[in-house]
């Protein structure tokens, strides 16, 4: 896919690529790659159940600048993207891209419903959740893989301005960096509700601000482990800057 101007009816080979990312999904087939060319896309994307790799060209330059450059701007009109329905045995994933300028009222950056992808070297910035919580990320039922990404600089006017995490979902979060997130309740960084366990493993959680409480983590009726992480310079105007734990964490 392209930003150069090209028909989302094109071909999709290089002399006459997809200009929409939505349209490579659309036409993919399980194992296949749909390679996203550096440039601005503005969409908000739908990802069914689909065994395919979505990718920057950092998948084989592994130039972390071709990050920064590839990037979805979802213009404050709904998730940025939204996975559907995948289960357990679907490998998606979704790699090296930008993730920003979503708003929606669960998961401005990405809402997981059902599914357990691989999210990995992603930058998820600059997005909103209104009343259902999780500005970055959103999960429900979903156990993915969150590896070296960057949630920054998210909003959520309820819980977990970075991620939100709920009803049976077990996270993994690796290499990662959680910062200047924001909420006006419980878990400015990370929040989890009713989840089996959220693994935390060689990250960082800092600079997160809660108008409530837990400033960098809130976790209710679930389990959470930390390995070898910084959760650091956080705040909450009620209780908790770091931690909060509460009804049967």
Excluded: W
């Amino acid at each position: 896919v392209s930003t150069d101007g090209s028909d989302v009816s094109g071909s999709g080979t290089s002399v006459d690529p997809f200009a929409s990312i939505q349209k490579g999904i659309d036409l993919a087939l399980n194992n296949d790659v749909v390679l996203v060319s550096p440039g601005t896309y503005h969409e908000n994307i739908i990802i069914g159940d689909k065994d395919i790799l979505v990718t920057s060209e950092y998948f084989s330059s592994i130039d972390t600048s071709t990050i920064n450059a590839t990037i979805i701007d979802g213009d404050s009109s709904g998730s940025v993207i939204t996975i559907l329905n995948q289960g357990d045995e679907a490998q998606f994933e979704l790699r090296g891209l930008t993730i920003r300028n979503g708003e929606a009222t669960y998961g401005g950056g990405i809402a997981c419903f059902d599914s357990s992808p691989t999210l990995q070297d992603l930058n998820i910035e600059s997005n909103k959740a209104t009343t259902g919580g999780g500005g970055g990320m959103y999960l429900i039922q979903s156990s993915p893989n969150i590896l070296t990404c960057k949630l920054q600089n998210n909003i959520s006017e309820d819980v977990g301005g970075g991620l939100y995490a709920k009803d049976n979902s077990a996270a993994i979060i690796k290499k990662s960096v959680i910062s200047n997130n924001s909420s006006n309740s419980t878990g400015a960084g990370i929040f989890t509700k009713n989840s089996s366990i959220l693994r935390i493993i060689r990250s960082v959680v800092t600079n997160n601000t809660s108008s409530s409480y837990g400033g960098g983590i809130g976790i209710r009726e679930s389990q959470l482990l930390i390995h070898n992480s910084l959760i650091a310079n956080n705040s909450a105007t009620t209780t908790a800057g770091g931690i909060y734990y509460y009804r049967n964490a």
